[in-house]
């Protein structure tokens, strides 16, 4: 069966290197000719002619699959929709990546790029939602920097445990995780005896209240 005009994208992801042949393809003559590519002129650079380098296309193509890791079906698509902050700033920074490392040689009219090349409202949209992923994160970082975290560890003989060098270990909600994941999550954290009646403090169960320890 024919590859499909997503088929490169997995190929690629497994083995980046592979985009590297577009450098010997693309003279420095022609990069400064940055092309514009439709879909169907981009699927003949799939792998399947040896005469043709590999492209990747990414914000465009299978974009999603970036996060994803689904190559098939659903998840070969260049809809972000639904997606994080956290996860559309991860897939702007797979573009900045190929972008630094390997050759860059042209747009994919489609969501993000019109016929001319030009940035779409979508890529704008995308750009924006990543910087504010970017912008929540540091926030958060600072935030949690205010209360240590727990150290962790785990072996397969004796588990998981937490343990804190001075305070007592607690799950606390992270406040901004909704509006980088869509979802709630928790972190351990160390308190202070005279902060253990703070709100939103959970105590981890079957754990002492003041037990510097904790198993997970």
């Known amino acids: 069966m024919k590859p499909t005009k997503f088929s490169f994208v997995a190929a690629v992801t ?7 042949l ?3 393809y693309f003279s420095p003559a022609r990069r400064q000719q940055q092309r514009i590519f439709t879909a169907e002129e981009l699927v003949a650079y799939n792998g399947t002619d040896d005469a043709l380098p590999i492209l990747l296309g990414i914000l465009g193509d299978a974009s999603r699959a970036f996060v994803s890791g689904n190559f098939t079906g659903d998840g070969l698509t260049d809809s972000l929709h639904g997606l994080s902050s956290t996860e559309v700033k991860s897939i702007v920074e797979w573009r900045d990546f190929y972008f630094k490392s390997y050759m860059y040689v042209g747009r994919l009219v489609g969501r993000y790029y019109d016929k001319h090349g ?7 949209g995308v750009e924006a939602k990543a910087k504010r992923g970017a912008q929540l994160l540091e926030k958060q970082k600072k935030e949690e920097a205010k209360q240590p975290s727990c150290n962790s560890r ?27 994941t869509g979802k709630m999550s928790k972190r351990c954290a160390c308190f202070r005896k005279d902060q253990l009646d703070n709100p939103g403090l959970e105590v981890y169960s079957g754990c002492d209240p003041l037990s510097n320890t904790c198993a997970v």
């Open 14 to 20: 497994v083995s980046a290197a592979l985009v590297a």
């Open 22 to 24: 577009a450098a010997l």
């Open 118 to 124: 030009n940035p779409t409202k979508y890529l704008k």
């Open 154 to 180: 785990w072996s397969q003989d004796e588990g998981g445990k937490v343990w804190c060098d001075e305070g007592y270990p607690r799950l606390v909600q992270r406040p901004l995780e909704i509006a980088l």
